[in-house]
């Protein structure tokens, strides 16, 4: 059963740094893609950065370039974000998210964690 839980949350004032994490269970994060989404409120979910099979990273988000950055602890299966240079606008909850590619892509499935929130004081 594929499960995802994310930690690391918190407030934190504008210009420090948090780290996320993602445990997962259920899949292993070095044979499969994990992307790092975002909600800030009234807006819509929007992808951060995701770190692939091979360890290369896409990210999504121009606000985070430089600033935020994407591991894993294979050992862990934990997948990280690490945020630093914090603003007011990286306020949201924070979720990890794995995308099941099935072989018919009707059945692609999309697991989520509950998501931590980040709250950066101005």
């Known amino acids: 059963q594929v499960q995802l839980e994310e930690s690391g949350g918190g407030l934190v004032q504008s210009g420090g740094s948090l780290r996320l994490s993602c445990a997962a269970s259920g899949f292993r994060v070095d044979e499969y893609a994990v992307t790092w989404f975002r909600q800030a409120p009234g807006k819509e979910r929007e992808g951060v950065l995701c770190?692939?099979?091979?360890?290369?990273?896409?990210v999504y988000a121009d606000s985070v370039k430089g600033r935020f950055t994407i591991t894993r602890d294979n050992a862990k299966n934990t997948v990280y974000l690490q945020m630093t240079s914090l603003k007011s606008d990286d306020t949201a909850v924070y979720y990890c998210?794995?995308?099941?590619?099935?072989?018919?892509?009707?059945?692609?499935?999309?697991?989520w964690g509950k998501g931590t929130l980040v709250i950066v004081s101005a």
């Open positions: 770190i692939s099979r091979s360890d290369g990273s896409t």
């Open positions: 998210n794995y995308h099941m590619r099935a072989l018919n892509p009707k059945y692609d499935r999309d697991y």
